[in-house]
């Protein structure tokens, strides 16, 4: 299929004033049934990580002052790489003062909860999860829907949809030598009603993405809603190889392209064409990729080379750059 420069522009362009004020809507709206199973903001603003983006963020404690959560807009939303198909928001509410530690199993330094004065807390009667399921229904009724990771809030014209995901803070002091409390490297730990364990790390993925589009020209992100409004076209053209993989592979199978393939020109169609022959090309860079938070790989399984690697075949011959028009 051709696509004109005007055509990728339009793909590449942001998101929109209204969706981002119905991002705001939203978070506030999971702000206020917060409040309703005791937790205050002590009015504080909610306000956003980074002012290049839409992640807004709020802490609250409840009224003793005795447990934190922090509410956060993570995923595309706040990454800024968001397509008009891509209608979820995610909110992680996020348990920070229970939360689950990795350590280094090294005998040469050995760590311990006893080395940072943490303790076990007895496990509640009623899961966190539930706590927020039981505030959210309270809040929104009908419109409430469990899933297995998450809790979804089905939007309407004030709000977008959003996927509320109650998670407890991840520390990670593998690389700490010091016993420095704050010295961690902190995800986000989801237990799933059914299934393992996932731990995720969306705000290194927000500090690292910023990184990598401020080292592009912002030609990164950019590229980005390219790759993923692309997807969906070729999925709606029959393409089951575009149904295999997700935005969020794509969007951290290009932030490990060079940078210096972003700046090579200043035409969209010939910046994208450069993506694609880069990923094209007869390489084992895919097992290697890593996702924007740079800690997980993208793909886990041989497998999941295959998938990314019938996509971008695809793609090849999919993407064809019309340069008359």
Not at 238 to 250: E, M, N, Q, R, T
Request: glycine share 4%; charged share 30%; aromatic share 12%.
């Amino acid at each position: 299929m051709k696509f004109s420069e005007e055509k990728l522009r339009s793909l590449a362009e942001p998101l929109s004033d209204t969706e981002n004020e119905k991002c705001l809507n939203a978070i506030s709206m999971i702000r206020d049934a917060m409040k309703t199973i005791g937790f205050t903001d002590n009015n504080k603003s909610i306000k956003k990580l980074y002012e290049d983006t839409s992640a807004y963020s709020l802490e609250m404690l409840n009224t003793s002052g005795s447990r934190k959560v922090k509410l956060f807009i993570q995923g595309s939303y706040a990454n800024n790489t968001n397509v008009r198909t891509q209608s979820d928001v995610d909110i992680a509410i996020v348990q920070e003062d229970v939360f689950i530690t990795e350590y280094r199993s090294s005998t040469t330094y050995p760590q311990s909860d006893s080395d940072y004065g943490f303790t076990s807390v007895l496990k509640s009667t009623k899961s966190f999860k539930d706590e927020v399921e039981d505030c959210l229904k309270c809040k929104f009724g009908a419109d409430v829907e469990r899933k297995n990771k998450s809790i979804k809030v089905h939007g309407n014209t004030y709000r977008k949809d959003a996927d509320t995901v109650p998670c407890k803070r991840y520390k990670d002091y593998q690389n700490d030598f010091s016993k420095d409390r704050n010295n961690f490297i902190g995800g986000i730990y989801i237990t799933p009603d059914v299934g393992p364990i996932i731990v995720n790390y969306p705000e290194q993925h927000i500090i690292n993405g910023r990184k990598k589009n401020m080292e592009t020209d912002t030609y990164y992100k950019k590229m980005v809603r390219i790759i993923k409004n692309m997807r969906y076209i070729m999925s709606d053209c029959g393409y089951s190889s575009a149904d295999d993989v997700s935005s969020f592979g794509l969007e951290s199978l290009l932030w490990n392209i060079p940078n210096d393939i972003f700046t090579k020109y200043l035409c969209y169609g010939f910046i994208f064409d450069e993506i694609v022959k880069y990923m094209s090309a007869p390489q084992s860079y895919l097992s290697s990729c890593k996702e924007v938070n740079d800690i997980k790989k993208i793909c886990q399984t041989n497998k999941d080379v295959d998938k990314y690697e019938s996509y971008i075949n695809d793609l090849k011959k999919f993407y064809e750059y019309d340069m008359e028009n």
